[in-house]
């Protein structure tokens, strides 16, 4: 029998470090039924017991105003999870206490895993672990994820726990000796409330328990009933009006943190509020004045080293590639197999597939970057230090997180705006997101200002990421001004105590975000680089000489080529793969290359090739540029289009969105081609 | 007085919170209620600021931090 752990704790309590230190890279990614949560599951096995790991989403809290919330108290309540194991981060026991309090009272084993005792200790502080378990009734161990210390003892507790459910009962006075309450309701529950409160609990209870009587934890969906909690109300609706007269939400949180106080009173010492080393950080990156000036220095630094450092590796890859190329080109052509096959697995798949394998260096430095700036605790004050400007369009500055993260990969990054709490500015930073240039597109930019723009390349490429960042801008000033946005910009985030990144963290989150990309390549691009190969060899009239005309690919191109000459894009090789862009950006590279038959298409000789090709056609550095622009700026691919809808849910702005981005491409790309033609013609 | 008006460095009261349900509910969550202790770290010019509560700091926007309204200061 495996034993189901659910970590649940606070957002930056080291909850997905524990989580990692446990299952290892050995984790099923995948989402929450009918939303874009991530869900997390591993397994994990110790001294012959097999656990399965869950890391639910990061909460302050199980109320029912985020899909967060909801889906984790859900999965408690109604899942067979065997043990709930809360990480807290101990060096600020005290708001962490608050979710703990909530998980005791869903009724099912707890078990509280006291994170980051390596920096309490740093402090000087000391936590009674003795007296905490006797009075929360739970036990509490101490852990440094990052030390990977006290893994094995809070994983035997959590078996032990999983087999005897409740073997600590609760040792406190909780304050009100003077309790008129005829139950003795200390040595049930941790947590008990004034009198008024119990009395209704308890009246709410009897009626609960009279109309469903099969209810688990009846007591918790009374309290929940107090709280007003929506949900419960509608799923168990039961005559209220002469016990409930008001919301007493706040009457619950207060005392909560009534007894939180006397827990910490008793089993916090030495409780030194000042961590110096976050507040000298902090003095600098969140200065009235050089914070700004950092943050852009710090981008600046990331994208100069996703360039350089970046092409310094791939230039080995795409040695090993051509190598990899002629040796199957030679092997096929060797053992005599079928030409057409050659040709797909030589001209389709390796060209496509291959061209965009090369660019894993420099998308692995991106994401290096992300989540070092994720890790580090620097995201959030990035929300502080932009809140100013982002005030300016109508936005709070915690909008600004999606954005930055919209460098890596849209799909996340517009899952991200779930955080903003007003419907309004959510759709406004989803709209503007996309603009926001991916690691996909960077492909793009790489070889077309390679082949055009020789030492400009770099200042090319980088101009890409300036005009996105623009028009975003641009979008969400318009949107302010036509009224749309929310205007109730209300930043509120935490900002997390700065902490050296782990390794293992960073080494995970990047390994997930290398993985996609591999799968990606795998999966979309192969079977794009397939479908563009027979859309060229194949047209009415059965197999064609590859890239001639008379292909299906050659026919559709020409049909919609001349919509887009006025953006200098007029050939029917580019429509071809601006519109096999949609499956993946990447796919536009990778199609040039099967279009214009390169095997290699990032390679000194591929690209001479192509360049030779593309100038025949009369195709210029500044087609190039257009071409670079319309690729920024155009749908950023079927899966974030899916994520869209999803997030909005809602079809109309999906296709709002789309038209939007097609539009303001066009729009961008006619008028750098058009004003462009004045100057270089 | 409010939160937007107390200076950086100093320690005061919660005394109130006046703010749109759903905001007040999430403060509450993090431990800001009526005679919690707060200090405030830094501020910008246009309002937004950071606080501590309960050993944690949070950054708020300038519309929240005028809806929390503080007592005296607290040594």
Redesign the interface.
Known sequence: MSVHVAFVGNPNCGKTTLFNAYTGARLKVANWPGVTVEKKEGAFRYHNQQFKLVDLPGTYSLTSYTMEEKLARQYILEDEVDVILDVIDASCLERNLYLALQLIELGKPVVLALNMMDIVQERGMEIDTHRLPEMLGVPAIPVSARKKTGLDVLMHTVAHHAENGRDIFPDHHHGNKESTHIHDHHKEFVMVYGDEIEDKIDGLQARLLEAYPDIVNPRWHAIKLLENDEEIMRKYPIPLEDILDRSYETDIINQKYDFIEEVIEECLFNKNEKSQRTDRIDALLTHRIWGLPVFLGIMAMVFFFTFTVGDWIKGWFELGLDWFSDGVGHLLASAHINEMLQSLIVDGIIAGVGGILTFLPNIFILFLALALLEDSGYMSRVAYVMDGIMGKLGLSGRAFIPMLLGFGCTVPAVMASRTLEDPKDRLKTILITPFMSCSARLPIYVLFSSMFFGKYAMVAAFSMYVIGLGVAILTALAMQRLGKGGGKYNLLIELPEFKRPSAHTIFIYVWEKIKDYLTKAGTTIFLASIIVWALLNFGPGGMVEMGAQGSFGAMIGQTLAPLLSPAGLGYWQVVVSLIAGIAAKEVVVSSMGILYGISNINSAKGMETMVAALAASGFTGLNAYALMVFCLLYIPCAAAIGTIKKETNSWKWMCVSILFQLGVAYLMAVLVYQIGSLFFS | MTLLQGEIGKSYQVQEIRLQE??A???????L?SGTRVEI??K???G?L?F?V????????K??AEGILLGGEQP
Do not use: E, F, V
Request: aromatic share 4%; proline share 0%.
């Open positions: 759903t905001t509910r999430r403060l509450q969550i993090l431990g209620l770290l830094n910008k010019k246009n937004t950071i501590k309960r050993g944690t700091r949070y950054a708020i926007g519309r929240i």
